[in-house]
């Protein structure tokens, strides 16, 4: 992560402790300096979401965005092909998950009731509407959580996303392909 005029830029590098303290204190500071103004700290809030970047080009189509991606994949497979493998150790036994304690509908209802009131397309069930049904839906999803955990089976469509492709940074050029990248929505 790199920091611009004061402000952090998101990055997938490693952060050092001092660097990811300096992070999250900048973005302590900025959320409490917005405090007052309700839509400048959605906006802040969005920011550090990554919220509202811009969209590809529409001259990119879904086939072109996934070549893509398959292309970069494939190169990265043929330039590593002659790696040695890499060096795995076990896990320590104290890091073994060999049990798991279930969860109970009021630990649901709970985590359903602080979910933010914001809905996106990829949501089935609003937010607002999940909340007012929470009482009746906690059973169910406690019961799906529990025998997943039990069986070791994680319904397929609960792996699925919506990819939505957006410019990497303000500024790049929308009909290069390269500076787009996949921007992820967990249904």
Not at 112 to 126: E, G, V
Not at 141 to 169: C, D
Request: net charge neutral; charged share 20%; hydrophobic share 40%.
């Amino acid at each position: 992560m790199t920091a611009t005029a004061g402000k952090p830029s998101a990055s997938r590098d490693v952060l050092s402790a001092p660097t990811l303290r300096q992070v999250v204190a900048f973005w302590c500071n900025t959320i409490e300096a917005d405090r007052e103004s309700p839509r400048k700290l959605w906006q802040t809030v969005d920011h550090l979401l990554g919220r509202g970047k811009l969209p590809a080009s529409s001259t990119i189509g879904v086939d072109d965005f996934s070549q893509f991606f398959r292309d970069k994949v494939n190169l990265v497979r043929e330039k590593t092909a002659g790696a040695p493998e890499p060096l795995l150790s076990s896990a320590r036994y104290e890091a073994s998950l060999s049990e798991f304690s279930a969860v109970l509908v009021s630990d649901v209802v709970a985590a359903i009731l602080r979910l933010p009131d914001k809905s996106s397309i990829a949501n089935a069930l609003p937010v607002s509407l999940m909340k007012q049904i929470s009482g009746e839906l906690g059973p169910f999803l406690a019961e799906l959580f529990n025998r997943s955990m039990r069986s070791g089976h994680f319904p397929t469509t609960f792996k699925e996303v919506f990819v939505s492709p957006v410019i990497k940074k303000p500024g790049l050029d929308s009909a290069d392909i390269g500076h787009i990248e996949p921007f992820l929505i967990c249904p």
